[in-house]
């Protein structure tokens, strides 16, 4: 696989990154995948980031949810409060399934266009609880962005919460994330094995094909990259992990490849969505998910998903997209 061209990368991704988060990234470098290799949590002990600029949202407090859907809450995350959204308590005396979603885009933040393009009532009308949190540097929230490595810790806090309500099943905990979202989802993934399932739709394999003067840390530092970067720590993942990316317009296909041509974890697949694009992915396949949460209720986890299985969820959703475009 040759390089792919500095031109196209100085101009191109940075537009992609902006809307979408996509990043064009390189051929795929020697991985190392023994077992004696450390894990992401290990390689992240006593490491601290060299911001080179502090960026926050500072947003002010996410805006309301509808009541009826979402109770807004803060969750204690390591550096203080910060808000999310979280199912309302069904009062039904039932554990349900959770999962935690994590939006594409830099704001880290709920704001009106998180609020309307979060993927969260597919799951909800499935009888599964939904968590958005927001994360460090997002909204009114302490510390500031750190672009892939502090926000793993706030994700995990929200698994924390979300553990602790009393209508939640604690041993069915999700986790799903689209582009910036996904490469965090697939980040913790291969900092723990708490989460049931992963989800992760369009991640990065390395974060060193994003915009030099976009990211706040030394890109051009070999660790600080490594720890952001999925590519290196696909061996620690210890719970079923499926990455997807849709194979139309600009997207992250390239990296789900690079990343598949490196795994040699059994646990994780890699899965292209054919006719879904870097954005409606999630739309395309969370319907599949959904039903597969709800089956999945033995003591291990027993989610599978084939080839097969997202190419017959892409064909029904253009069915019933089809009609709906003639209106």
């Known amino acids: ?75 204690n995350a390591p550096l203080g409060k910060q808000d999310a959204y979280v199912s309302v308590n069904p009062n039904d005396g039932k554990k349900q399934p959770a999962i935690i979603w994590i939006p594409g885009g830099f704001t880290f933040s709920i704001k009106q266009g998180t609020a309307t393009e979060v993927r969260l009532p597919v799951f909800a009308s499935a009888g599964i609880v939904g968590m958005l949190p927001s994360l460090r540097g997002g909204n009114a929230n302490p510390g500031c962005k750190e672009y892939f490595l502090g926000e793993i810790d706030d994700i995990l ?18 986790l799903a994330g689209t582009s910036t979202g996904g490469t965090m989802a697939l980040l913790a ?57 849709g194979n139309i ?44 949460i709800l089956l999945d209720t033995r003591p291990a986890c027993t989610i599978e998903l084939s080839q097969e299985d997202v190419n017959a969820a892409s064909k029904d959703f253009h069915a019933k997209a089809e009609p709906a475009s003639r209106k």
């Open 249 to 292: 317009g600009a997207n992250n296909l390239e990296s789900l490849n690079i990343l598949k041509q490196a795994n040699r974890n059994p646990l994780v697949k890699f899965l292209p969505v054919p006719g879904a694009t870097h954005r409606n992915v999630p739309d395309v396949i969370n319907p599949l998910i959904a039903r597969r």
């Open 1 to 75: 696989m040759t390089k792919t061209p500095r031109t196209f990368l100085k101009f191109v991704v940075p537009a992609i990154f902006a809307v979408f988060g996509a990043v064009t990234t390189s051929a795929a470098p020697d991985v190392h995948t023994a077992s004696t290799e450390p894990t992401l949590a290990e390689a992240r002990k006593g490491f601290s980031s060299n911001l080179i600029r502090k960026e926050a949202d500072n947003s002010g407090r996410a805006i309301p949810a509808p009541k009826e859907l979402y109770d807004t809450i803060q969750y």
């Open 157 to 174: 806090a929200a698994a924390d919460h979300l553990a602790q309500l009393p209508y939640v099943d604690k041993d069915r905990i999700y």
């Open 189 to 245: 993934a291969e900092s723990t094995g708490r989460f049931r399932a992963v989800f992760a739709y369009g991640p990065a394999a390395e974060v060193s094909g994003y915009d030099h003067n976009i990211l706040p840390f030394d890109s051009k530092n070999g660790r600080e990259t490594k720890l952001r970067s999925p590519l290196y720590w696909m061996h620690g993942i210890k719970t079923p992990t499926f990455v997807m990316e």
